[in-house]
């Protein structure tokens, strides 16, 4: 008996809760929006410990974007440095800070469109601010959640990040958003890596239509 989508993705969700464990969404509490933001901002094309070294050295004296406005441009690039790429990530942290600072009283708001409009924030970051800092359901899709969802067949192959987020929230109701984003992410990490994912020891490999083909030598 052929299983629907909805059905299949609920027993790979299962086995994903019983292996990873599932955080109660009350216990979750909410970020610092503007810390969250930026936090965001230095993650990108790093390793979690150094983005999260910047951060620390970022708001050591920093709570809002007139802090980061107020400061030597030299200044912020030092505090970052351990994130890579901090040139231009400062730029982009000066830029945001100013639209927030011009256009928004200096508050991050919480509105998809608008976050997405801010200097190098893409759907992903805006989608995480919402999620991690505003409590409005919504699944964060990077590279790991995009593999898969794509691997398992639960989306097209060619499927982009706006496609994959449309499918994946629509399989699942709006409580367990983040628990699939956080699931996905960190099986993603694990197993489904992007080069040399580790199929045979994957405990949802009889659900994935990627490993199904491998396993045909197709």
């Known amino acids: 008996m052929t299983r629907s ?5 609920r027993a790979i969700l299962d086995l994903m809760e019983e292996r990873y464990g599932k955080e109660d969404a009350s216990n979750q509490g909410l970020n610092d929006p503007f810390r969250t933001l930026i936090g965001c901002v230095l993650s990108h094309r790093t390793r979690d410990e150094n983005s999260s070294r910047a951060a620390q050295n970022l708001f050591e004296d920093v709570e809002g974007p007139g802090d980061i406005l107020r400061m030597a441009p030299e ?4 505090r970052i440095r351990c994130s890579g790429f901090y040139n231009q990530k400062a730029r982009n942290i000066r830029a ?4 927030l600072v011009e256009e928004h009283g ?3 708001p919480r509105d998809r469109d608008a976050l997405i409009d801010l200097h190098g924030v893409g759907p992903k970051t805006a989608d995480i601010v919402l ?3 505003f409590a409005s359901p919504a699944i964060a899709v990077d590279v790991h959640v995009a593999t898969v969802a794509r691997r398992l067949g639960l989306v097209e192959s060619d499927a982009g990040p706006e496609r994959v987020k449309e499918v994946l929230e629509g399989l699942v109701s709006p409580a367990e958003y983040r628990f699939v984003d956080n699931a996905f992410v960190r099986h993603g990490k ?3 890596r992007t ?3 580790r199929c ?8 994935c239509d990627y490993y199904q083909q491998i396993s045909r030598g197709s």
């Open 195 to 197: 080069r040399n994912p």
């Open 200 to 207: 045979s020891e994957c405990f949802i490999s009889s659900f």
């Open 106 to 108: 200096g508050i991050v």
């Open 190 to 192: 694990e197993f489904c």
């Open 96 to 99: 945001i800070c100013e639209t």
């Open 75 to 78: 200044e912020l690039k030092t």
């Open 5 to 9: 989508k909805e059905e299949r993705m």
């Open 131 to 133: 999620s991690h800092a």
